[in-house]
């Protein structure tokens, strides 16, 4: 399959995570949970690198077991408060300073251990058109979403009906899959776009994995 853009994936896999301790490595099906993430960007020929950024020697070791190329990650972009983008303008910079260059950056977060290579190839194509700059997955939901102000509940849409069949579908931001212009992302320091395109995923592809409950629901999806 070819493209004639050329493309950076990036997993971000820091050590530190309070929800799950060592979630990055955790086995799910008997593989490291990381370790879907990287099988399955590596079956995309239209990737050209494929770098995980970590600040972790375990992680950076299971990584390489799988074929990735690691880059070891500063510790003040390893924090509860390291943004996303921080960390794939730094793994940009490193490449860069290589002659190493892109025109679209892909983050596959391995808290998502059920992204489907379609997922990947579609989002790859959506950069052909000119007007896409930043690209986001989303899923579908037709509940009924709102606030809560001074103990009252606000829907969202306060005129959709209440049979749940009969809603529009709202949708959601997942984690699944994001992906920028380099260009853009190195301008605007964000993913965040006001042309940004959604690409919708299923629920059972946007599983994500941050508590041991998702763990569990994880579980018993693979098995």
Not at 9 to 34: C, D, F, H, M, Y
Not at 75 to 88: F, G, I
Request: hydrophobic share 40%; aromatic share 6%.
């Amino acid at each position: 399959m070819f493209s004639s853009l050329k493309i950076l994936a990036v997993v971000p896999a820091r050590g530190g995570s309070k929800g799950i301790p060592r979630k990055n490595i955790r086995l799910l099906g008997g593989e490291p949970l990381i370790g879907h993430t990287l099988k399955t960007a590596m079956s995309v020929d239209m990737i050209d690198d494929l770098i995980v950024s970590t600040d972790d020697n375990e992680i950076s070791d299971v990584a390489k077991k799988y074929g990735a190329e690691v880059l070891n990650r500063p510790s003040e972009l390893a924090t509860d408060n390291s943004s996303t983008e921080s960390v794939v303008i730094h793994v940009l910079n490193k490449m860069a300073e290589d002659e190493r260059h892109y025109d679209v950056v892909l983050i596959l977060e391995p808290t998502s251990p059920f992204r489907s290579t379609q997922t990947i190839i579609k989002t790859i194509k959506l950069f052909d058109s000119k007007d896409v700059d930043s690209v986001l997955a989303v899923r579908e939901t037709k509940e009924n979403i709102g606030n809560i102000e001074n103990n009252i509940f606000l829907p969202i849409n306060p005129k959709a009906p209440r049979r749940r069949q009969l809603r529009k579908p709202m949708y959601i931001e997942s984690s699944t899959i994001y992906g920028a212009r380099t260009s853009f992302l190195l301008k605007n320091k964000s993913l965040v776009s006001d042309k940004w395109t959604p690409i919708l995923v299923t629920d059972d592809e946007s599983i994500d994995i941050n508590i041991e409950h998702d763990f569990r629901i994880a579980e018993s999806f693979i098995n």
